[in-house]
């Protein structure tokens, strides 16, 4: 999944808007995710850090669930290239 860059209804470029700026689709709720997403996947980072795999797997994954943020992909793939 990508960032919200433009609107699935009529393509307009959003930016950083809630509210499509053309048809006035409603997307807050999906910024909401981005931003929960992203929060989650830099806990990810932190406990990846401190050598915590397993909680760094499960932050990432739920990040995943709900913007796959590219941040996030790239710690779950950290994790399963290292030898177990
Ligand atoms: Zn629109």
Redesign the pocket.
């Known amino acids: 999944m990508q960032a919200l860059d433009r609107?699935p209804?009529?393509r307009?470029r959003l930016g950083d808007a809630s509210a499509?700026p053309?048809?006035g689709?409603d997307f807050s709720m999906a910024r909401l995710a981005e931003r929960q997403s992203l929060a989650l996947a830099r806990v990810a980072v932190r406990e990846l850090i401190l050598g915590q795999t397993r909680q760094a797997a499960v932050a990432a994954q739920a990040a995943c669930s709900l913007a796959s943020p590219l941040l996030a992909r790239a710690v779950l793939r950290m994790i399963r290239q290292r030898p177990s």
């Open positions: 609107c209804a009529c307009a499509c053309r048809c689709s």
